[in-house]
């Protein structure tokens, strides 16, 4: 949507930011690809320009890369996924709601969103930069328990004037509890030149209320862009896109922008020769962190602490290579179960033990290194600690 470079107030971010590194966040943005983002690219450019507006031809394009998307996410796992239908133009048009529900916080909502729709062209960057990253973290966190629920959003006819997002906004996500909205539309650079920033876009329009939260959130924006990718960032100013329906409703928004801006948006050259999809990758990397920030990861740490057995089980060593110790306060235990799970949420181990030992061995040489959770369950207690495989 956007075609001025109105970067305003450039400020670098990391002034006033509290989150640091963390090693769990690391491991699961390190399952990112820039394999998958370039074969995703390649499939949204190759359905044409996906226009509402234009010949049936270019109409039936954007109902194709609908359901291109709706398969993708059907791959990734998830089942709420849902078609946000309306009517622009005579046409049926579609933005397609994927929601992922968070563990601790049901009910309240991160959004993420990028348009899929294009103008003039097959939109390689203006925005399937966007639709190819909102892919890439989905497939990512499907299985990542997160405190908060997550709604990911392919809005369409936003080159028409937002019209998909505001839609969304005052009608089906009418009244829903958003915690923050997260747009990215243009992260796809220029090619030829070095794309090394990356703009993180804070909220400075009215209604003003809520510009002091979405200032804070877009600097915790930029330090997990930091973080988590090679990026540097700039803080700039949010508009033309589609955050800009929510943050009129007075919502909490942030976004990210390409620095280096593209002469090719809105045209027929908007193609992938002319973008830089390792940059794109970076960006990915960088809104994976923050959205495990956004959306609170760390949920499945907090056990650790709230487990009132934890100092009579002793879990050792740790880091560990091939066995590890369990050790129990007493030894009239009927039954323990043991679970282990990686980064990604996944089981991969599991074991029942009738009537266990003092101390258990547990041969565990068959995982790869990284970071784990072990669930150790006893009657209804589950007690939860973070271990490390060497
Ligand atoms: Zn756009």
């Not at 829903?176 to 993180?200: K, P, Q, S, W």
Request: hydrophobic content about 40%; glycine content about 6%; some cysteine.
């Amino acid at each position: 949507m956007k075609t001025l470079n109105l970067i305003i107030g450039l400020l670098f971010a990391n002034l006033l930011t509290a989150q640091t590194y963390n090693v769990y966040h690391q491991g699961i943005v390190d399952n990112a690809t820039l394999a998958n983002i370039t074969t995703n690219l390649n499939e949204f450019v190759a359905f044409g320009e996906k226009n509402a507006f234009k010949t049936t031809a270019k109409y039936n394009n954007l109902v194709d890369a609908k359901n291109w998307l709706k398969a993708k996410y059907q791959t990734f796992g998830y089942t709420d996924i849902v078609e946000d239908n309306f009517t622009e133009n005579g046409r049926t048009v579609t933005n397609i709601v994927v929601t992922k529900i968070g563990e601790v916080y049901p009910n309240e909502f991160i959004i993420i969103d990028g348009h899929y729709d294009t103008l003039n062209g097959v939109g390689a960057n203006d925005n399937g930069s966007g639709t190819t990253l909102l892919l890439e973290i989905a497939r990512v966190m499907a299985n990542v328990p997160t405190a908060y629920s997550i709604k990911f959003i392919n809005f369409s006819v936003e080159e028409q004037g937002l019209l998909g997002s505001d839609y969304y906004a005052n009608n089906t996500g009418a009244g829903l509890d958003i915690r923050y909205v997260f747009n990215i539309d243009e992260v796809g650079g220029v090619a030829g030149m070095t794309n090394n920033i990356i703009v993180c876009e804070r909220d400075e329009g009215s209604p003003t209320v809520n510009n002091a939260a979405s200032a804070v959130l877009t600097n915790e924006l930029a330090t997990s862009i930091e973080l988590y990718s090679s990026l540097s960032t700039e803080i700039s100013n949010a508009y033309a896109s589609d955050y800009m329906p929510f943050e009129d409703n007075g919502e909490i928004i942030t976004g990210l922008y390409e620095k280096n801006e593209t002469a090719h948006a809105h045209s027929s050259t908007d193609i992938i020769a002319n973008m830089d999809i390792p940059y794109v990758f970076e960006v990915t990397k960088g809104a994976l962190g923050a959205l495990l920030h956004f959306a609170d990861a760390d949920v499945v740490l907090s056990t650790e602490n709230s487990a009132v057995t934890m100092n009579t089980i002793k879990i050792f060593p740790n880091p560990v290579s091939d066995n590890v110790f369990v050790k129990f306060d007493r030894e009239n235990i009927s039954e323990v179960k043991i679970k282990m799970i990686n980064v990604l949420g996944k089981e991969v181990y599991y074991k029942i033990i009738q009537s266990p030992k003092h101390v258990e061995k547990l041969n565990i040489d068959k995982l790869t290194s990284g970071v784990y959770f072990m669930s150790i369950q006893r009657g209804t207690v589950v007690t939860t600690q973070k271990i490390v495989i060497k």
